[in-house]
């Protein structure tokens, strides 16, 4: 069982950046690949970002590549998601996830073991 706890959200102006962090429970951290999922009001949950367990690879939805960047701290049992150039439509409810299946998995939309999510709003 892994229990993920996100902060960092809040409200940040369009063009600014921001940094989600999720601290997860545990001693098997590494054994997670680990991701990002976002969902707006009246959107479903889409997938933003992935990494997997070793931090060696990641995987960005086309509508944040080249903005956000995930990065994994497997001594710390954290995950972050460093976001840049934030615009309206990056405004969400952030969740964290995690899944022992492998960071493809997140990719695809499913995860074993989600936060409760951070609320970040965009303001232009």
């Known amino acids: 069982q892994v229990q993920l706890v996100e902060s960092g959200g809040g409200l940040v102006q369009a063009g600014g950046s921001l940094r989600l962090s999720c601290a997860a429970s545990g001693r098997t951290f590494s054994s997670y690949a680990m991701g990002w999922f976002r969902q707006a009001p009246g959107k479903e949950r889409e997938f933003v970002a992935a990494?997997?367990?070793?931090?060696?690879?990641?995987y960005y939805s086309d509508s944040v590549k080249g903005r956000f960047t995930i990065s994994r701290d497997n001594a710390k049992n954290t995950v972050a998601l460093q976001m840049s150039s934030l615009k309206r439509e990056d405004a969400a409810v952030y969740y964290c996830?995690?899944?022992?299946?492998?960071?493809?998995?997140?990719?695809?939309?499913?995860?074993?073991?989600w936060g409760q999510g951070t609320q970040v709003t965009v303001s232009s």
């Open positions: 996830a995690g899944s022992p299946r492998g960071a493809g998995v997140l990719r695809a939309g499913q995860a074993d073991y």
């Open positions: 990494i997997n367990k070793s931090g060696g690879i990641t």
